[in-house]
T-cell receptor, first 113, second 113 residues
């Protein structure tokens, strides 16, 4: 079993839809949870991060972490064609010089106008 | 100004050759990384350097050798290139005291023929 599982999709939605992206993980040592967005032929860019369990909202994006279920989610409200990208969940056990991100495989999202 | 820059952006080379990829960050971060993204978009850490010291060295063939001349630069040298080395290589950096956000470069697309 991989440490982080993420459905690769592809996921295709109409403009304005609510998008739900999810990851599960097996290692309870993960403490930091992130979502990265990667446009085609570009580097990943950080969208959201949360520490431990809870919710975090930033504009149209909401990140949720449920450590008891080892499950994290990213919700995108009022999705736009510019949201079309690959979304990667990432996790780390600690910060500092041992900081190492473990990524999911990414979900390819297409938002159709 | 580009925060994390890599050169070259594209690299096509023959099997058996030796090549280098350069990375520079102007964010003042003290930790830098190399990640590899394979054809299935799976992003995996290879190396991490903190203040020019090797911190993380995942299971990577000895043909791959990172070098950090100073904390703003982390280069990746690859000897005796193989077909399986074809991938996109991403450099990233983060600040140890802000331990959740890694900034990625645009990637170097390496094709070994």
């Amino acid at each position: 079993q991989k440490e982080v599982e993420q459905d690769p999709g592809p996921l295709s939605v109409p403009e304005g839809a609510i998008v739900s992206l999810n990851c599960t993980y097996s290692n309870s040592a993960f403490q930091y949870f992130m979502w990265y967005r990667q446009y085609s032929r570009k580097g990943p860019e950080l969208l959201m991060y949360t520490y431990s369990s809870g919710n975090k909202e930033d504009g149209r994006f909401t990140a949720q972490v449920d450590k008891s279920s080892k499950y994290i989610s990213l919700f995108i409200r009022d999705s736009q064609p510019s949201d079309s990208a690959t979304y990667l969940c990432a996790m780390s056990k600690s910060g500092g010089s041992n900081y190492k991100l473990t990524f999911g495989k990414g979900t390819l999202l297409t938002v159709n106008p | 100004d580009t925060a994390v820059s890599q050169t070259p952006k594209y690299l096509v080379t023959q099997m058996g050759n030796d090549k280098s990829i350069k990375c520079e960050q102007n964010l003042g971060h003290d930790t830098m990384y190399w990640y590899k993204q394979d054809s299935k978009k799976f992003l995996k850490i290879m190396f991490s350097y903190n203040n020019k010291e090797l911190i993380i060295n995942e299971t990577v063939p000895n043909r791959f050798s990172p070098k950090s001349p100073d904390k703003a630069h982390l280069n990746l040298h690859i000897n005796s290139l193989e077909l399986g080395d074809s991938a996109v290589y991403f450099c990233a950096s983060s600040q140890e005291t802000v331990n959740t956000e890694a900034f990625f470069g645009q990637g170097t697309r390496l094709t070994v023929v």
